[in-house]
């Protein structure tokens, strides 16, 4: 029996993977769904579409960059499994919302005034859930988990939050988006019941008075998990590539629908090869590194991320677009001529984003005292949040300058190169760090 397999067996791992996988897959079909509808029924502009998206991407981010600091050390002070039954109860909460606002936008009641502000509203409600969720997700592995399932376990949260991500992405596109509202509220509660199952995970310190300075407690979480070199290449590192993946994310259905000529079911289907590719690389290269913490196929896989990038941009450029405004079903878009060698650069680039983030994050957990795990999560999330809001910033700024959205892609290559020469020096300082220390003469 494998490890992976093992894993999913166990009850001190089965109901934190499938409460993750729920969450993740609730949070993509609310999100896509809102962004799918609003893009093809609200807008009608390829700017307008393409600010939209980036605006939704940009408020689920903030809460990520306001509440890590205090979400970590919640996770690391107090019962991680108390912690996931009081979010994902929550969760229950903000989907009524977020179900209210689709409702309202499907029958087309006051959509700019209210329908569109529940929306965004829910979506900044989604991302404190997540910020709330994140730390506990990864830190609770080295708790429950022996060291050699680490990185196994590290590898089957990925590639089962794409996963979810692959599932809520398929529905978005294809189902009524009154339907989806439904949809989100019964997965919640689903979500809600797995994480009662969770075992209980108790503080492995003893529960210090918690900060709720914002500024103050980030900035002091974020010094204290720096200091080792290995951690602060890594956090950096994932930061870049959650920076790509945010653009390309962004651009998907605005490019879909003005470049490509496509329906809302192709978008689904560009976000749905994006997270099986992913989900590919992340259980790939737990197979190639053996079980080992390691960046040593980091810098080749996000150069090969950014060569997919390229292929990727030439093939939009080659693409020729439908005449008269008419959009290309998923059918009809996969009986176009560049279609194959689109979708599989699409696939290329994910597998290979995989291959490259899956062990910075376990590096994140295993290279820290196991009582510190979930800080250093919360500080990973708080520079990717920011990294993230600059490249949603950045696409705004880009769309309002009139720059179109293919060229834009070459913006993610360009940040590929960036990651493999921080994955390159991560490299030599985990290789320095395995040396044996010089004998003194």
Request: a neutral charge.
């Amino acid at each position: 029996m494998t490890t992976s397999t093992h894993l999913v067996r166990t009850r001190r791992f089965a109901p934190l993977f499938v409460t993750q996988l729920l969450g993740a897959f609730n949070d993509n079909l609310y999100k896509n769904a809102m962004v799918l509808f609003v893009v093809y029924s609200i807008y009608n502009s390829e700017s307008a579409e393409a600010s939209f998206s980036a605006l939704a991407s940009g408020i689920f981010i903030i809460p990520f960059f306001l509440f890590s600091a205090l979400s970590g050390q919640l996770a690391d002070m107090r019962d991680k499994a108390k912690i996931i039954r009081i979010v994902k109860l929550c969760e229950i909460g903000i989907m009524l919302i977020g179900g209210a606002g689709l409702l309202m936008a499907w029958q087309g009641i006051a959509i700019d005034l209210f329908a569109i502000p529940l929306m965004l509203a829910a979506l900044f409600a989604l991302g404190m859930h997540s910020t709330f969720f994140g730390p506990i997700k990864y830190a609770i592995l080295p708790q429950h988990l022996h060291k050699e399932e680490v990185l196994a376990g590290t590898g089957l949260v990925e590639a089962g939050t794409y996963i979810a991500i692959l599932f809520g992405t398929i529905l978005a596109g294809w189902i009524p988006v009154e339907v989806a509202a439904i949809a989100t509220i019964a997965t919640a509660v689903i979500g809600y019941v797995a994480g009662r199952q969770v075992p209980e995970a108790p503080p492995l310190m003893e529960p210090e008075k918690l900060d709720w300075n914002v500024w103050r407690a980030s900035k002091r979480l974020i010094g204290d998990t720096l200091v080792d070199k290995r951690v602060f290449l890594a956090i950096v590192a994932i930061s870049f590539f959650w920076t790509i993946g945010t653009v390309l994310f962004i651009q998907f259905p605005p490019l879909a629908k003005n470049v490509l000529t496509a329906s809302k079911e192709v978008a689904s289907l560009f976000l749905v090869i994006f997270s099986i590719g992913v989900a590919i690389g992340s259980v790939s290269i737990n197979a190639l590194l053996r079980g080992k913490v390691s960046a040593r196929y980091s810098p080749m896989s996000v150069i090969a991320m950014g060569g997919f990038v390229v292929i990727f941009y030439f093939v939009c450029q080659l693409w020729q677009p439908l005449e008269g405004g008419a959009l290309l079903d998923a059918e009809g878009f996969v009986h176009q001529r560049m279609a194959i060698p689109l979708m599989l650069a699409l696939l290329g680039i994910a597998v290979a984003g995989g291959m490259f983030v899956v062990p910075l994050y376990a590096f994140l957990t295993t290279f820290v005292e196991t009582s510190q795990a979930a800080r250093t999560i919360a500080a990973n999330n708080i520079v990717n949040a920011l990294a993230m809001a600059v490249g949603s910033l950045v696409a705004i700024g880009l769309s309002a300058a009139g720059v179109p959205i293919v060229e834009q892609v070459l913006l993610s290559a360009a940040m590929c190169l960036v990651s493999a020469w921080l994955g390159a020096i991560l490299y030599k300082a985990e290789i320095a760090a395995e040396a044996p220390p010089a004998q003194e003469m």
